[in-house]
Structure formats: structure tokens, C-alpha cells
């Protein structure tokens, strides 16, 4: 289904630009608003958005409590119903009924960039500061479930159960919560381009140098929150890593906040928007077979550092030549993890304790199979699909399915659905192993 509803947005919106470039409209302000319009309707037919949510893509201003934000918006996904802006099309919403919030570039250049990266920037600054008002509240919680998740794919450990215990989190670990749960909450900020940069890499190199241009003027940089979730112009994607869907880490666990794609910017940006969806409604969005994953690129790293009184973040670029990012697949076919014997034996032993096993009984294992503790524990990590609490390790979903194929090779995976259709591709008998934790 996402597939098939990509494709129809792909071409309404080539359909559309073909239309409006035969016009010789040399207007630059009314140019802006035909671009914006076509952004708007592709984004809000039935095929990309379900109407049955009270989902519509309008134009308008953002209010946060009593303050209309003078940034005019050129398309926002919103919910429910909004106040419309004296005898205009324009619509004024409140801020927690805002899901994506869309500026629309004819051309990306690096000025548009930096115009259209300012403007975002506002709102989700204007947002944070309204989040933390709401704890005025003593009542106040917000849900934080899929940010809890985030954080222990990247750091393997167990996240704080309440938002309110962030403070029991060393200060490295609360910048990279807070920021998570803000990428949860907060509208998404997406900059769509219709044309600009014909390469990936010139794509990148532009967002890195904005980056630094940025932390040169206000001297203290840039935190995750402020930057864009999605940047889309030629086909090309900067995507944020932040679970919503993507999320990427290195082999030395260091968390990629910000990847690069070179395929269908259509499907990339739908699938940002129809998991904001699911999120905000909690609901499970028609993603079909959905067999095939992006393979993105990283393109920054950012570490959380602390001193004695603060936090901040520490960039990693990565600049590649495009010839290197050329050089890659854009695509693959989704699998589980695979996992060797002595992997099996710490599922196993997960199995026979309740879900947890403790990390002497992964020294135990270590040392009967020759194997060192500490590669066995990062082999563990490393598939995202485990935290440690304590002196424990348990999975981070509250279940985990493992098969075996018939040449009695494992595979784990905490998704039902693709796992599923990945036995069924491989014709492999779905008799699977659950290991399910009740919390």
C-alpha cells in the first residue's frame, strides 16, 4: 500500500509541476503559491492521508496559547478544526493540533535553505517552550512510549518510565531523551523542493555548511530539535534518524541523527508523514507487504556530551564524494536478524528466566561457547533489539519472535508483520518462538 501510494503521489505532483511549468509566470510571489498548492492538495488526497481522522492539509499560522506565530506556513497537516483567518483561505491552528508542518522551495538553493530551515526552526523552539509549561500541570504526562523505545535502540539501556524522572538520567542521556521525546511530539518540520541540487552529495555538503555557518553565528550550535526532519528536492532526502520511521546507529554505537537517501523522495516523505500519523492517533497505518527498506546514508553523527554544569551535542559530519554514495544499493529487502548458535543459547536461556537473563549468565554462556563477554555483549546490542536494566539483559519490545529456517539457522525480529512476509517470501514455517514479557 505505502508503495502504491507514493507512486500515485509521485505522479500527481510530476503531473502538476509539468502543468504550471508551461506557463511563463514570471511573478515570483504567485509562482511560490502555485508550488505550495501543489504540495497541499498531493499531500491531502485520499490515497495519502486517511480522512477518516479529521486530517487536512492547510495553509495558515500556528498559535501557541494566546501567541499567533507571525510565520506564515506554507502547508501544515493539522486535525480537527481550526479558526480561519478573516475572509481568507488562510487557517489559524493551535500547535498540539498540528502533525507536519510544510515549507515549499520552487528552487532549493543554500539561500532558501537557510530562509526555509530559520522558519521551521521558530516553530519548534515556540513548541518546546509550550511542552514545558504544560508541567505547570501537576496531571500533566505525556505519552512517551515510542521515545522510551528510540532511546534504548541507541543506548541499550533501560529509558525512564515518566517523562517526569528525565532528571534520574545523567545529563548526557537527558539531552538525548528530551530531544527524542520532542521528536515525538513536536510537529515535523519538512522542506520540500521542487528543484535545486542535482546531486546527493551537493545536497548534503549545503545542509553540512549551514550546520556550521549556524553554530559560527550563535556560538553555542545547534541542538537535534532544531533541525529539520526532512528535506526533500530531486529525489533526493535528508531525513532525520529519529525513529520516525528511520534510525540508524554505528558500529560503534553512535547515533546518526542525520541520513541521506537518493530514491523516491515521495515514498520518503509519506512514510515520515504516515508514521507521524500513527503515532498521534496511535493507530496502524495501511503499509501493505511493505518488504523493501530504504538503505540511507549517514550523514551527521550526534554524540551527547556533559560537563560539570551542562549538556550539549557533538556533531560528527561525514562528507562523501558522490561517486561513494552512487556506489550503494537504495534499496533492500527487509530480513531479521540473523543470529549465530551462542545467540540462540542467550535467547534460550531469556526464555527459561522470565525474559531476563542476567549478565553473569552471559559470562557463563561466553565462556562455555570461547567467546569473549564483552563481544558477546555487544553482539547482543547490537541487533537494537535489547537494553540492559540493571544487571540484566531483556528485550526492548514485550515480545520477540524467533524462527528457524530448514537449514536450522535462527532469526529474531520483535515485528510480527514482517517477519511474516519474510517467511512466507522464503518459504520458511511460520512455528516461531515467542518471547513475551509482561510488564
Excluded at 274 to 301: A, C, H, Q, R, T
Amino acid at each position: 500500500m505505502i508503495e502504491q501510494a507514493s507512486e500515485l503521489l509521485a505522479q500527481f505532483i510530476q503531473i502538476e509541476k509539468e502543468a504550471l511549468d508551461k506557463f511563463d509566470m514570471p511573478h515570483m510571489p504567485t509562482l511560490g503559491s502555485a508550488y505550495e498548492e501543489i504540495t497541499k492538495q498531493g499531500i491531502d488526497q485520499n490515497f495519502a492521508i486517511p480522512k477518516s481522522l479529521g486530517l487536512k492539509v492547510v495553509s495558515g499560522f500556528i498559535s501557541v496559547g494566546e501567541e499567533m506565530l507571525p510565520q506564515q506556513i506554507d502547508g501544515m497537516l493539522v486535525c480537527g478544526e481550526g479558526t480561519q483567518y478573516g475572509r481568507t483561505k488562510e487557517f489559524i491552528y493551535p500547535i498540539d493540533q498540528v502533525l507536519c508542518v510544510f515549507e515549499v522551495k520552487k528552487t532549493l538553493n543554500k539561500a532558501d535553505y537557510i530562509d526555509a530551515f530559520d522558519h521551521l526552526r521558530v516553530i519548534r523552539q515556540k513548541f518546546s517552550e509550550h511542552f514545558e509549561s504544560k508541567f505547570d500541570d501537576p496531571n500533566f504526562e505525556p505519552e512517551i512510549e515510542a521515545a522510551r523505545i528510540h532511546f534504548s535502540q541507541i543506548t541499550g539501556k533501560e529509558a525512564p518510565k515518566s517523562y517526569r524522572q528525565i532528571n534520574s538520567l545523567s545529563k548526557s542521556d537527558g539531552i538525548l531523551f528530551y530531544s527524542l521525546v520532542q521528536e515525538i511530539l513536536a510537529p515535523l518540520s519538512i522542506i520540500h523542493g521542487y528543484g535545486g541540487y542535482s546531486t546527493e552529495s551537493g545536497m548534503r555538503n549545503a545542509f553540512l555548511d549551514i550546520l556550521l555557518e549556524k553554530g559560527e553565528v550563535t556560538g553555542d550550535g545547534l541542538g537535534v530539535p532544531s533541525l529539520p526532519a526532512l528535506v526533500t528536492t530531486n529525489g533526493f532526502s535528508i531525513v532525520k534518524g529519529n525513529g520516525v520511521p528511520f534510525i540508524a546507529i554505528n558500529e560503534d554505537r553512535k547515533w546518526a541523527a542525520l541520513l541521506s537517501l537518493n530514491r523516491n523522495a515521495a515514498r520518503i516523505m509519506l512514510e515520515v508523514i504516515w508514521s507521524k500519523i500513527s503515532l498521534y492517533f496511535d493507530v496502524k497505518m495501511p503499509w501493505g507487504e511493505d518488504s523493501n527498506v530504504e538503505v540511507p546514508v549517514p550523514l551527521m553523527f550526534a554524540v551527547p556530551t556533559e560537563t560539570e554544569d551542562a549538556a550539549g551535542w557533538m556533531y560528527h559530519p561525514v562528507r562523501l564524494k558522490e561517486s561513494e554514495l552512487r556506489s550503494r544499493k537504495d534499496v533492500q529487502q527487509w530480513q531479521p536478524v540473523k543470529i549465530d548458535p551462542v545467540m540462540s543459547s542467550v535467547v534460550y536461556s531469556m526464555l527459561g528466566y522470565g525474559g531476563y537473563i542476567h549478565l553473569d549468565n552471559i559470562c557463563e554462556i561466553a565462556v562455555n561457547n570461547s567467546v569473549p563477554e564483552d563481544e558477546l555483549l555487544e553482539k547482543i546490542m547490537n541487533t537494537l533489539l535489547f537494553k540492559q536494566v540493571g544487571d540484566h539483559i531483556r528485550p526492548i519490545s514485550s515480545i520477540l519472535h524467533m524462527v528457524s529456517d530448514s537449514g536450522n539457522q535462527d532469526f529474531i525480529s520483535s515485528s510480527k508483520e514482517r517477519l511474516d512476509t519474510w517467511c512466507d517470501r522464503h518459504d520458511i514455517s511460520k512455528s516461531y518462538i515467542n518471547l513475551i514479557i509482561v510488564d
